[in-house]
């Protein structure tokens, strides 16, 4: 009897893990592609944004989702430079004083890493 548990909970085990390999977005979660942000008249150019490269240095998405930004593109609203500078949006991070993996995360005044 002990035999079959046992036998059973390597079983149940063993398609444990091959769902988890098998499934999509289940081992990791796959990123979004890269995007434009809507431009305002006055901006300096272009900005694109990059989950990639965010998520290589933020551990998790709810860092910035659900307090920062909604997960729907367009539902967090404008985000504008004087949103920013009060940190909201990207300001809460881009403060040139928050910390992130032992980093200071550059300013939110240094225009040319985002705009292009």
């Known amino acids: 009897m002990r035999r079959i548990r046992l036998a ?12 988890v390999t098998l499934v ?6 796959k990123m979004p592609p890269d995007f434009a942000i809507d ?3 006055s901006s ?4 694109t944004f990059s989950h990639e490269k965010h998520k ?5 998405c709810t860092t910035c989702h659900m307090k920062h930004f909604k997960m ?3 539902g967090s609203g404008q985000i504008t430079l004087a949103a920013k500078q009060e940190g909201k949006f990207c300001g809460a991070c881009h403060d ?8 200071v995360v550059f300013a939110i005044d240094e225009c040319d890493k985002c705009h292009r």
């Open 72 to 74: 729907k593109r367009g």
């Open 44 to 47: 300096p150019g272009q900005v």
């Open 39 to 41: 431009k305002a008249e």
């Open 8 to 19: 059973g909970l390597a079983l149940v085990a063993a398609l444990g893990i091959g769902l």
């Open 56 to 60: 290589a240095k933020v551990e998790k």
């Open 24 to 29: 999509p977005g289940w081992a990791q979660v």
């Open 96 to 103: 040139g004083k928050t910390r992130i993996g032992g980093v």
